[in-house]
Antibody, heavy 120, light 107 residues
Framework: QVQLVQSGAEVKKPGASVKVSCKAS????????MHWVRQAPGQGLEWMGW????????NYAQKFQGRVTMTRDTSISTAYMELSRLRSDDTAVYYC?????????????WGKGTLVTVSS | DIQMTQSPSSLSASVGDRVTITCRAT??????LNWYQQKPGKAPKLLIY???SLESGVPSRFSGSGSGTDFTLTISSLQPEDFATYYC?????????FGQGTKLEIK
């Protein structure tokens, strides 16, 4: 069965960086794009970007350009999302989710989320 | 960016009711529209993709329709487990924006 297992909760100080991992199993890792979506407390869903695990190509939302880096390690079927220069409003649950490459495209499996708390 | 607007933002309904949630895009997105259900403390779950295709395992009381800029999610007969927040998302062009959500509460 498809599983996306994310790393544990993090507490960071403003200005620091955080790196969240997402280990995939139950499917061909390179066959699906991996997306990252975040959700601030009590708020809606915000799309951050995707990585193509096969090529390493990425596409980031303009809002996060320059602060986010998505990478992958195909040898262990794991995707990573690193966010730098953290601010208090980056406090959120960060989700990884896979999306089919071929249309129709949707986020069909999600990780359980990683809570990142930014606080001094 | 394509903006997605859902209405209503919240909705009170009773078990057995028929409920419709709408989602409007600021430009045509063809049928690249997905619906997700999220319960408190849980990850979103895909319900409908490509505007009207039911994801495997999702009950048939859920249905979606629309194309272009206007879309609807309908729950034909609300069950207790359907009380949750629902989000639409366009996958036509990045950034793949979400609607602000519709919270469905028990009346």
């Amino acid at each position: 069965q498809v599983q996306l297992v994310q790393s544990g909760a993090e507490v960071k100080k403003p200005g620091a960086s955080v790196k969240v991992s997402c280990k995939a199993s139950g499917y061909t890792f390179t066959g699906y794009y991996m997306h990252w979506v975040r959700q601030a407390p009590g708020q809606g869903l915000e799309w951050m970007g995707w990585i193509n695990p096969k090529s390493g190509d990425t596409n980031y939302a303009q809002k996060f350009q320059g602060r986010v880096t998505m990478t992958r390690d195909t040898s262990i079927s794991t995707a990573y999302m690193e966010l730098s220069r953290l601010r208090s409003d980056d406090t959120a649950v960060y989700y990884c989710a896979r999306m089919t490459v071929i249309a129709p495209t949707a986020l069909d499996y999600w990780g359980k989320g990683t809570l990142v708390t930014v606080s001094s | 960016d394509i903006q997605m607007t859902q209405s209503p933002s919240s909705l009170s309904a009773s078990v057995g009711d028929r409920v419709t949630i709408t989602c409007r895009a600021t430009q045509s997105i063809s049928k690249y529209l997905n619906w997700y259900q999220q319960k408190p403390g849980k990850a979103p779950k895909l319900l409908i993709y490509a505007a009207s295709s039911l994801e495997s395992g999702v009950p048939s009381r859920f249905s979606g329709s629309g194309s272009g800029t206007d879309f609807t999610l309908t729950i034909s007969s609300l069950q207790p487990e359907d009380f949750a927040t629902y989000y639409c998302q366009q996958s036509y062009r990045t950034p793949y924006t979400f609607g602000q959500g519709t919270k469905l509460e028990i009346k």
